[in-house]
């Protein structure tokens, strides 16, 4: 089965849809001035966090364990080469 198409990613959804982006562009103003204008309490996916009163959680990349030793697979001995005693 293939992978999913939306895998949610914080930083990304910020980045994009947050208030900064959203100013920076003229559609995004027009997009602001609309919601304000409804009287919309989350003007943005930024005052989502802001809201809840907490910073989003970005996530740490893994560290890869270099000194983790993988598990060996030693292959089964073939009965052909096996003498009968």
């Given at each position: 089965?293939?992978?999913?198409?939306?895998?949610?990613?914080?930083?990304?959804?910020?980045?994009?849809?947050?208030?900064?982006?959203?100013?920076?562009?003229?559609?995004?103003?027009?997009?602001?001035?609309?919601?304000?204008?409804?009287?919309?309490?989350?003007?943005?996916?930024?005052?989502?966090?802001?809201?809840i009163?907490?910073?989003?959680?970005m996530?740490?990349?893994?560290?890869?364990?270099?000194?983790?030793?993988?598990?060996?697979?030693?292959?089964?001995?073939?009965?052909?080469?096996k003498?009968?005693?």
């Amino acid at each position: 089965m293939p992978k999913r198409t939306y895998q949610p990613k914080k930083k990304k959804r910020i980045r994009k849809l947050g208030y900064r982006a959203r100013k920076r562009t003229p559609s995004g103003r027009r997009i602001l001035k609309r919601r304000k204008k409804k009287g919309r309490k989350k003007l943005t996916i930024s005052d989502e966090f802001r809201i809840i009163g907490k910073k989003p959680k970005m996530r740490k990349p893994r560290k890869k364990n270099i000194h983790r030793k993988k598990a060996s697979i030693k292959p089964k001995p073939s009965k052909k080469g096996k003498k009968k005693k």
